[in-house]
Every structure is written in structure tokens, then in C-alpha cells.
């Protein structure tokens, strides 16, 4: 079981920066990935990391604002948001994945347990 603790959401201006973190007692052994949802739309994937932070992956509109990282010793994952833009708002969460790199992103493990609870970001402009 991977029970994960999202944390760090908040309301920004746009431009403004926030920092996600994650974390849980299982995630040092998995490919972890942050994914967000807006209001009326589907869960999309933001970024992807392999298990030992090597392989990264962003969906395009986050590409360059955006940095995610990982400390396996202290089974914490972060998502470092900069430049934030109005449609950046939405629910972030983070889970194990399954990724296998090579410019593919990632998709969440279901396997391993339920999504948590999430952090809500909020852009405003």
C-alpha cells in the first residue's frame, strides 16, 4: 500500500510559485506522477518521475514551470510550480504510477490504494 499526503496548495496570483509535497511510507520504491483535476474536467497527468528521479516527464503546458523531484529517503515527492497561470487551478494529486519513460507519461497505480485527498491550487488573475 502506497497511502500518500498531499500538501502545500494554496491561492496565488498568477505568477506567483507554490510548492507541492507528497508523502507516504511505501514511495521511495515506486515511479510517482502528480495529477490534477478541474472542476467539470477529467484527471490529467502532470509530471512523472522514476524511482530514482533520474527520468522526469511534463505534459506541455506545464513544460518549464514546473519541476518535479523526489527524496527517497525521506519518501517525499515535490512539484515545484512557478509562473502559475489561472488554468493551472485545480485539485493536484499525487500517486505511484506506472512510467516507463522514453517521452511517455505516466498513469496512476490503482493497485497500490486510493487516491488522497488531494491540495487544491488556485490561480487567480
Known amino acids: 500500500q502506497v497511502r500518500v499526503m498531499e500538501s502545500g496548495g494554496g491561492l496565488v496570483q498568477a505568477g506567483g510559485s507554490l510548492r507541492l509535497s507528497c508523502t507516504s511510507s511505501?514511495?521511495?520504491?515506486?515511479?510517482m506522477g502528480w495529477f490534477r483535476q478541474a472542476p467539470g474536467k477529467e484527471r490529467e497527468v502532470v509530471s512523472c518521475v522514476n524511482w530514482d528521479g533520474d527520468t522526469t516527464y511534463y505534459v506541455d503546458s506545464v513544460k518549464g514551470r514546473f519541476t518535479i523531484s523526489r527524496d527517497n529517503a525521506k519518501n517525499t515527492l515535490t512539484l515545484q510550480m512557478n509562473n502559475l497561470k489561472p488554468e493551472d487551478t485545480a485539485m493536484y494529486y499525487c500517486?505511484?504510477?506506472?512510467?516507463?519513460?522514453?517521452?511517455?507519461?505516466?498513469?496512476?497505480?490503482?493497485?497500490?490504494?486510493?487516491w488522497g485527498q488531494g491540495t487544491q491550487v488556485t490561480v487567480s488573475s
Open positions: 500517486s505511484a504510477a506506472y512510467y516507463i519513460g522514453y517521452g511517455d507519461n505516466c498513469t496512476p497505480r490503482r493497485d497500490l490504494g486510493d
Open positions: 511505501g514511495l521511495s520504491a515506486y515511479d
